[in-house]
């Protein structure tokens, strides 16, 4: 069956509903997702919404962490949220026959939180090991350093799990504040799939929906990567240089061209051995043991970038060879 788009009002606000029934397996699938309240919102503190969601994984006030998650364990049911980039998600999954089930527990997370000192301290310490083993992953490392290059300046040049430092300085009342502003009705877009019936969705989910505020819907910022060329080595005790690149990509998200990028990038970059950056790095020069390239292309920013590893020798001859192959790519195109 397809899915369809309905709503759910709430408040006198319609939020949109996403459904699909499907009867080949008895589970349930909910998302409902906030737009703009993501990663891309942490203006102020690095990290801020990836830490919020983290902190409401940890259950409700009166179950805790533990409690909550042996509850949800006791009927197979899955609960957690999330971020992206622009987004923040509640996810919930179970057995058909526990889909009610599922949406009290939502409600009891919804209502009252795990939001003590007690989770921030929890939180704070596993986000901060994280961060700090992630210092030696020189991938991560130098896509940051990349991102910071594109966009220099704006939010999507810090790590969306944020640093150290900003981590430190999250309060309780961050949290509360960043939820109390974005898990709001006027953001809100409902995802349904699996064995269920839409009238009893609708029923259930007006009963968590209700829970929360009306709030206020932004208009998603748009960011445009830098055109200058630049270049940062960063010099860390290793064997092999860790060669990311990029450069702005002018196109929208509804372009109706989209799928030619798509194919396109598949030939350049994305197409693993029948790639041109891959035959022209690995296969004829053995410069490295992969090479790739993408597009990003989302409501709020459109970029290039990739990346590959090679010897530090070899770095020189890697850079100048990616600079070739999509150059060339850009002026004579596909065959």
Known sequence: ?????????????????????????????????????????????????????????????????????????????????????????????????????????????????????????????????????KENDYDYVASNALKKLLFDGTVLAQPAAGTVQSVESITLDDVKSFTKKHLVLSRAIVVVGGDVNIEVVKKELTKVLKLLPKGKAEALPHFTASADAKTDVLKRETEQAYIYFGS????????????????????????????RLMEEIRVKRGLAYSAYARVHVSKSVSYFNGYLQTKIESQNEAKETVKEVIAKFVQEGVT
């Open 248 to 275: 702005p990509y002018n196109m929208a998200v509804n372009d109706e061209d989209y799928y030619k990028a798509r194919v396109a990038t598949f030939i350049l970059g994305t197409g693993g051995f029948g790639s």
């Open 1 to 133: 069956m397809a899915a369809k788009i309905e709503s759910i009002e709430v408040k006198g606000i319609k939020i949109p509903l996403i459904f699909e029934e499907d009867k080949r397996l008895p589970l349930v699938n909910t998302q409902i997702v906030f737009t703009n309240s993501g990663s891309i919102t942490d203006t102020k503190k690095a990290g801020l919404a990836k830490f919020s969601a983290k902190m409401l994984n940890e259950g409700s006030l009166e179950m805790g962490a533990n409690g909550f998650a042996e509850m949800l364990e006791s009927k197979a049911i899955h609960m957690s949220a999330s971020t992206g980039s622009e987004t923040f998600v509640i996810e919930m999954g179970s057995l058909n026959e526990q889909f009610k089930q599922s949406v009290k527990y939502l409600k009891m997370l919804l209502k009252e939180p795990n939001f003590t000192e007690r989770s921030l301290k929890k939180v704070k310490t596993m986000t901060i090991g994280a961060i700090s083993r």
